[in-house]
């Protein structure tokens, strides 16, 4: 069965921009289905779809009826895409069309392509992507019609999806899969971990613990993309804490999904330190007495070892709380490229009260394996990465 680009918008609003999309699609070769989700129910052209008209919207006030019409669209998206009849979607919209046509393209799997023109394109929009692969084009100029801007820019929008949807890349052996946590301070480490693993033929997913990418990680890891998740960066428990740059997680980040008994190794890297936004010439009078990494723009202050002992109780209940096979394994000699002895984050106190606390609530059946070595060594890498391949074979 050909695969059709699906155009969903708001029909009563935005018709000649999607009609313009339908167009420019369909001349290029590929089919489409258009799908109205205006509030008002009346489109400005017969569309093959009309969520409003498919449900009682009559009374409700403007966001419960934004709302229903949303949660409505994604039934019908993700019934058309069991039918195997989309490939693509593509959306055009402004403050409301872009909440919606984002809303409704997340319920799509990882590669399907997601495309929306957006007159918000500017703003903050990791809220709108979240974690999805969906990628996002600024209009520019506002949607009011067509004129010979939008023009341009629908049209390169219409070019873009459809090559996106022709894009494929099945070659190759399947191997088994490990998606692995990094971030900057530990470079090293996940390199030396990816290098194992890859001779040891295992594909290696790297997700950036940036607030976003341990999400990511973990939702995939929900869909079963994975045969094991090596959790090297926890960091973005400690930003989370403090509001530090790699923070903005949500509360299932390290939380297994019920039913997923995929193997998870968890490691503290970067669990040492909060890293924020200031330089040495803007720190902040209640860090001035902190142990602090300058890196750039950011820099890294040390956890106390209260702070420390806080965080393993975080840590600990997100851990008991899972099912799937669980270890957690410490490097004694530090945690970032600045925690080692003799560097400026190094605070022996702190990572025991870490540790020893953490050790002391988690539940009997998650182990905790301590070794001599610092993150960033090679031999550090040879035991996570061996440990790791065993939980996956059911070998400890």
Request: proline share 3%; aromatic share 6%.
């Amino acid at each position: 069965m050909k695969k059709s680009v699906a155009i969903v918008g708001t029909l009563d609003s935005k018709a000649e921009e999607h009609l313009f999309l339908k167009e420019v699609i369909e001349s290029k070769g590929h089919l489409t289905i258009t799908i109205d989700i205006g509030t008002t129910g009346l489109p400005k052209f017969s569309p093959d779809f009309s969520v409003s008209k498919s449900i009682n919207i009559k009374g409700m006030e403007r966001s419960s009826m934004v709302k229903a019409i949303i949660e409505k669209a994604k039934e019908l998206i993700l019934d058309l895409s069991h039918q195997g009849k989309i490939g693509a979607i593509i959306s055009v919209g402004g403050g409301t069309g872009t909440f919606m046509g984002t809303s409704i393209m997340k319920v799509l799997p990882l590669g399907v392509p997601k495309f929306m023109v957006s007159t918000v394109a500017s703003r903050d929009m990791s809220q709108t992507i979240g974690t999805k692969d969906i990628t996002i084009m600024h209009s520019v100029v506002d949607m009011l019609g067509l004129n010979s801007i939008s023009r341009i820019i629908l049209a390169r929008a219409a070019g873009a999806v459809c090559g996106m949807m022709l894009a494929d890349n099945k070659k190759g052996k399947k191997l088994p899969r490990i998606a692995l946590s990094l971030f900057g301070f530990i470079t090293q480490a996940a390199e030396n971990i990816k290098s194992i693993l890859e001779e040891k033929h295992f594909e290696v997913i790297p997700f950036h613990a940036n607030g976003t990418g341990g999400m990511a990680m973990d939702e995939m890891m929900g869909e079963s993309f994975f045969d094991g998740v090596l959790d090297l960066a926890t960091h973005e428990l400690v930003d989370a804490m403090f509001g530090g740059y790699c923070g903005g997680i949500g509360p299932q980040r390290m939380q297994s999904p019920e039913g997923i008994n995929i193997p998870r190794l968890v490691i503290p890297g970067g669990l040492d330190s909060a890293v924020l936004e200031f330089d040495n010439k803007s720190i902040p009078e209640k860090y001035k007495d902190r142990k602090i990494f300058f890196y750039d723009f950011r820099s890294a202050i040390r956890l106390t070892a209260d702070e420390s002992r806080f965080l393993a109780k975080t840590v600990a209940y997100k851990l008991n709380q899972s099912h799937n096979p669980i270890k957690v394994l410490i490097p004694l000699k530090g945690w970032s490229e600045a925690d080692r002895e003799g560097d400026v984050l190094f605070d022996a106190e702190s990572s025991s009260a870490f540790s020893n606390t953490l050790q002391k609530l988690l539940k009997s059946d998650i182990e905790v394996i301590k070794v001599d070595y610092h993150i960033n060594e090679r031999a550090f890498a040879d035991v996570a990465a061996d440990l790791m391949i065993k939980m996956i074979k059911g070998q400890c």
